[in-house]
């Protein structure tokens, strides 16, 4: 009498690692973790974009004026140009973000601008004309696809006459360097 053994063989046991191998890798690509780590990057930006454009409004609603002037009937004028909002975007004598902070009217939470301020941070950048009834925009370069593409279309839309002309350069939904602005 003869027994046969039961069991996987040694073909058969590699034929299914290779099927698991090629499942996960469909897997992989399709939730693609490096899209979806810049996706929530970009919330995140989004979201302090909203954030800081909060604290200007509740400040201009208290104080009366921008937090970008010294007070309301400083000369200069309501507007702020297109740049990186940090430490360098001042009143002439202090950085508004430190006016927006506890330091200042307590707007802004002190870790929220260290963070918004840090150097491995997507920058925001702030704009406004300074024209009666402008819009005060801050933006920020998406990294995901999604908002990138977002992007692209709002440019490629008609844009209202206030909106940053730097958040729209030339040809920049093609080389996706297009900016997604709030409000």
């Given at each position: 009498m003869r027994q046969t053994a039961k069991g996987f063989t040694l073909i058969e046991l590699l034929i299914v690692i290779a099927v698991l191998g090629i499942l996960a890798v469909a897997v992989l690509?399709?939730?693609?973790?490096i899209?979806?780590?810049?996706r929530s990057r970009d919330t995140g930006s989004r979201s302090d974009a909203e954030q800081l454009l909060g604290g200007v409004d509740r400040f201009?609603?208290?104080q009366g004026y921008y937090p970008w002037?010294?007070?309301?009937t400083n000369p200069v004028s309501d507007a702020t140009a297109w740049a990186v909002a940090n430490n360098t975007w001042?009143?002439?004598v202090t950085p508004v973000l430190t006016k927006l902070s506890a330091a200042g009217t307590g707007e802004l939470k002190a870790s929220f601008t260290t963070r918004i301020t840090a150097t491995s941070y997507n920058a925001l950048y702030k704009s406004n004309r300074g024209?009666?009834?402008?819009?005060?925009?801050?933006?920020?370069l998406p990294k995901s696809s999604s908002f990138q593409t977002e992007a692209g279309t709002r440019c490629g839309a008609t844009l209202p006459a206030d909106y940053p002309a730097g958040a729209c350069p030339a040809g920049c939904?093609?080389?996706?360097?297009?900016y997604s602005c709030l409000p």
């Open positions: 690509s399709a939730i693609n973790p899209e979806q780590i810049n201009y609603a208290s002037k010294v007070n309301p001042t009143d002439g024209t009666a009834g402008d819009s005060t925009y801050v933006c920020f939904a093609a080389a996706k360097t297009c």
